[in-house]
């Protein structure tokens, strides 16, 4: 009787004709062969039965199923899963190419720590011709098996109008981890949960909504942003994007949350004296002033006399930035409109 192999590559499929043959060739060429491939075709109407036919007939390592009617793509998902009788599974796309060391590397990492229960890999995003497709910056939103969210930033590594820019989204998403790394711990600071790849990272999912004039603000919720500011100012970091209100959320649990480090500011050894923590305080205060301007905007019967002479007080940087902002935006909105009308870029939703 055969030795049970180690790995199950569960690969769901429907009207895959198209690429099926690229990764069966990529799975066949793994410098780990201790596996077996098993294809649940979701009643496929191309060639896709065809393809697979001729893949299980040359390698007894690979077995076909087909499904009598289409079940959806979750089923079929879930379906080549139950298939599996290895100590090992993963899923492959049938338009994924892997690595020839992509089993042998993720099985390492995994008998090598018993603890661990799940091995992964970069990815890297292909065109139909094989060669690497840059990405636009994005946000998703992920859910595991236990109902646990968490949420994706990936950052930009697509070209804008010919000028490469992969390693401005390496330079931003190093940035910003960074920050998540220094104010770890703090209640109002979603937990990073660590990198992925070099220009993206997944962060802790917070049950909420932005602030917003259609939603009520909960009692107490301005004084626990105060203090929430200033928890991110003793760790020596200016907000700076604090001008957003989509960028403070209200939590389910009416507290306040601080999301998007991306041009944050911090104080190192070496700016703590002279200019630089003058510049860090003044930062500072831009945060304090638009926490009050938010409150003006979304609880005005809230505000006390002193903070109503407060937030008329435009500092010389506000007044400056708005001065400066309005001639980028309208030149931002020309620009992009031209680079979209010409085909440089593609429209919001573009797929």
Partial sequence: MPARPTVTIGLPVYNGANYLRDALASIAKQTFQDYCVVISDNASTDETPEIALSAAAADPRITYKRNQVNIGGNCNFDKVFEYCTTPYFVWIGHDDMIAPEFLATCLEKLEASPDIVQSACRTLYIDPDGKPMPINPATGF???????????????????AGTPLRWL??????????????????????????????????????????????????DGFWPRLDAAMSEVHRRDVAYVDSNKPENVLVGDDGRPYLI????????????????????????????????????????PDLMTPDELVRVRQRSLLIKAHRVLNRPYLVVRRRLFRWLRRTGRILPSGSN
């Fill in 142 to 160: 992920y859910e595991d098996d236990t109902g646990t969210r968490a949420v994706l930033k990936v950052y930009r590594t697509a070209p804008l």
């Fill in 169 to 218: 989204g390496r330079w931003q998403c190093r940035r910003e981890v960074g920050f998540y790394r220094r104010l770890a711990g703090l209640g109002c600071v979603p937990a990073l949960l660590g990198p992925v790849g070099e220009t993206a990272y997944l962060r802790a999912f917070v049950p909420g909504h932005p602030l917003s004039r259609q939603r009520p603000v909960p």
């Fill in 260 to 299: 998007d480090f991306q041009i944050a500011w911090g104080s190192g050894p070496s700016r703590r004296l002279g200019f630089g923590k003058w510049w860090l305080g003044r930062l500072q205060r831009e945060d304090l002033y638009h926490v009050l301007k938010h409150k003006r905007r979304f609880s």
